[in-house]
């Protein structure tokens, strides 16, 4: 009845993973059922008038995975795939990835079935207010805080933050992360994962001995994160080769100016058109030879089908969920890929959010060099405890870094026991 209800290949996938680690670790069956199925799953609908006079409804969910350690954290994302099934992944692996970061959080995430590249500012506004109102008894700042993800930015928070407020009667910042500075937001915030991919992805290369100054690079998604991710590569001497969005790919064996890019993304909407650049075919984008491969758009883009192909030395797994199971396998078999899994590898964005509910809740500022310089700490700490894990037990990356953050939860399940 479980699995019928969260039906969905991205939840599959991210329950096979647990399941595997479960195993590994093996966890007792009533620790497995605890840990793997979420505490909360919330949807509701929302109607909202439309610039032409028509109510459309949307349908909106929050997953809440866990509160055993502490509220809920995730991002919002709005898209015209969401359902709740990928939610609920999403939300679970939310959950790991701030064990592993050693975060006082458990997962959470959103979503709201729309396409926002084809609703006005208005609409977007109409629909993230009516969303925060039905919403907002089931967060707070030591429930529930949200954060902004693809399809969503600061100006989203804003509009959470104006309404969970006025309810309130006061303004409540620390009520989501990723919002304006203006509104007591964290320096650093905006651009957190991708800075966190980057620095990443530069230890990985350190790791294998390969030099960062004129390494290439390529990254598929030029939103914030893969934006951020090619700009701090870039900064540090790699060659960002090709990189791609929904409008299509780019490829430049000399290296894609990037800030060029995004002024051409800002005035265009995408990459197409960019004259600085050849068309390539993205599918293949991806398998050209680079020393690191930065998937930083949806999940399940590493397949079977491509694994055995790719000519990487590093993979930079900037988006949640890009590689499936089959494709785990290849890529554990091959041997010569240096894999950083999602859980870590974005993880920048949750552990800035958590700097930034620091901020809020004891009403202190930090700089942006003291925000990522405490973001490098943390990233270290945890890349370096799932290298010793992986090396000390003989396995994957992505299953040292899934039993570390599941090993966490699952103590703290054990310590506090079933409540009768």
């Not at 409804?57 to 898209?79: D, E, I, M, T, W």
């Not at 990835?97 to 396409?115: E, F, H, S, T, V």
């Not at 089908?305 to 990487?312: F, H, S």
Request: charged share 25%; with cysteine; proline share 5%.
């Amino acid at each position: 009845m479980k699995e019928m209800l969260l039906q969905n290949p991205v939840f599959g996938m991210a329950a096979r993973q647990f399941d595997q680690v479960a195993d590994f670790m093996e966890l007792t069956e009533e620790i497995r059922e605890r840990c793997k199925w979420p505490k909360r799953l919330i949807t509701v609908s929302l109607p909202v008038r439309m610039d032409d006079g028509r109510t459309e409804v949307f349908l909106a969910h929050r997953v809440q995975h866990h509160l055993s350690r502490g509220p809920v954290k995730g991002g919002l994302r709005y898209h015209p795939n969401v359902d709740l099934g990928e939610v609920a992944a999403l939300a679970m692996w939310m959950n790991w990835k701030c064990a592993l970061m050693r975060l006082p959080y458990g997962g959470a995430k959103g979503g709201i079935n729309c396409d926002p590249r084809a609703m006005s500012d208005r609409e977007k506004e109409g629909l993230t207010r009516r969303f925060a109102a039905e919403i907002t008894p089931f967060i707070g700042e030591e429930v529930d805080i949200m954060a902004p993800d693809m399809g969503t930015d600061e100006q989203t928070m804003a509009w959470i933050v104006d309404v969970y407020s006025t309810n309130a009667g006061h303004l409540v910042p620390g009520i989501v992360t990723g919002k304006p500075v203006e509104l007591q937001g964290s320096e650093g915030r905006r651009e957190a994962t991708g800075h966190g991919v980057a620095f990443l992805a530069m230890r990985a290369l350190d790791k294998i001995g390969c030099p960062v100054d004129g390494s290439g690079a390529i990254v598929q998604g030029f939103g914030n994160v893969g934006t951020h991710a090619a700009e701090r590569l870039s900064w540090s001497g790699v060659k960002v080769k090709g990189i791609s969005d929904i409008t299509g790919a780019l490829w430049n064996d000399n290296g894609i100016d990037v800030g060029l890019l995004g002024e051409h993304v800002k005035s265009t909407g995408g990459v197409a058109g960019f004259d600085e650049a050849e068309a390539i075919d993205p599918d293949e984008m991806l398998l050209q030879p680079c020393e690191v491969l930065v998937p930083a758009a949806l999940e399940r883009v590493i397949t079977d089908g491509n694994a055995a192909k790719l000519k990487c030395r590093v993979l930079a797994e900037a988006a949640n969920g890009p590689t499936t199971p089959e494709a785990d396998a290849i890529i554990d078999e091959r041997g010569d890929i240096f894999l950083l899994p999602d859980i870590l590898c974005n993880a920048g964005g949750v552990t800035v959010s958590y700097f930034e509910w620091v901020q809020n809740l004891s009403r202190f500022h930090w700089t942006e060099r003291e925000v990522l310089t405490k973001l490098e700490t943390m990233l270290e700490g945890a890349f370096e405890r799932m290298l010793h894990f992986a090396e000390e037990r003989q396995v994957s990356h992505r299953t040292a870094a899934l039993c570390l953050g599941v090993h966490e939860v699952a103590e703290v399940k054990k310590k506090r026991g079933l409540f009768p």
